[in-house]
T-cell receptor
Framework: ETGVTQSPTHLIKTRGQQVTLRCSSQ?????VSWYQQALGQGPQFIFQ???????GRGNFPPRFSGLQFPNYSSELNVNALELDDSALYLC?????????????FGPGTRLTVL | GENVEQHPSTLSVQEGDSAVIKCTYS??????FPWYKQELGKRPQLIID?????GEKKDQRIAVTLNKTAKHFSLHITETQPEDSAVYFC????????????FGDGTTLTVKP
């Protein structure tokens, strides 16, 4: 088991609402990425943060936004929720250095939008 | 951008047999290729990875091969066991964009006892 944690585990929201998901990176990891995993599909890259700055973004609209804090924990915010936003949201952290490519995933937050 | 195709989508084998899952990628700049195992309701876990300067890597019953020219890589599991049953994902990364992985759609492996 890795040290990446996420909260909450499950969340139910209604269309149009806003949600904040949280991720605590493994100790010493300064890079965090967020992914959306729809049922039966592979994770889709949302964005990455490195030392509190966004360091790349996938094909997701601006209503998906994020933050990384000085302790390298992170948040994913989604505004104006849509039904299609229902998915498992995963964060993953990288240790940097020679292992900078290696990602360690958290357990995910299951978001259901009704 | 990068596109990763993974085959087959489902694979059923008898315990003790071998299983092979194949992925192709489109961006020749990709140079890091991890494989993840995801059990139902759990997080993806890295099981093996390979970098573009290596053609093959093995870790006990698991091996990965990479053909850069053809832009495909494969996961090989030998002597399969029921606990190998899970969804397996491949991914391709250009390592200066660490974390921006492009994943395949997964292969559901079932190992029958």
């Amino acid at each position: 088991e890795t040290g990446v944690t996420q909260s909450p585990t499950h969340l139910i929201k209604t269309r149009g609402q806003q949600v904040t998901l949280r991720c605590s990176s493994q100790s010493g990891h300064n890079t965090v990425s967020w992914y959306q995993q729809a049922l039966g599909q592979g994770p889709q890259f949302i964005f990455q943060y490195y030392r509190e700055e966004e360091n790349g973004r996938g094909n997701f609209p601006p209503r998906f936004s994020g933050l990384q804090f000085p302790n390298y924990s992170s948040e994913l915010n989604v505004n104006a929720l849509e039904l299609d936003d229902s998915a498992l949201y995963l964060c993953a952290s990288n240790p940097g250095g020679r292992s900078r490519d290696t990602q360690y995933f958290g357990p995910g937050t299951r978001l259901t939008v009704l | 951008g990068e596109n990763v195709e993974q085959h087959p989508s489902t694979l059923s084998v008898q315990e003790g047999d071998s299983a092979v899952i194949k992925c192709t990628y489109s961006d020749s700049a990709s140079n890091y290729f991890p494989w993840y195992k995801q059990e139902l309701g759990k997080r993806p876990q890295l099981i093996i990875d390979i970098r573009s300067n290596v053609g093959e890597k093995k870790d006990q019953r698991i091996a990965v091969t990479l053909n850069k020219t053809a832009k495909h890589f494969s996961l090989h599991i030998t002597e399969t066991q029921p606990e190998d049953s899970a969804v397996y994902f491949c991914a391709a990364i250009f390592n200066t964009n660490a974390g921006k992985s492009t994943f395949g759609d997964g292969t559901t492996l079932t190992v029958k006892p």
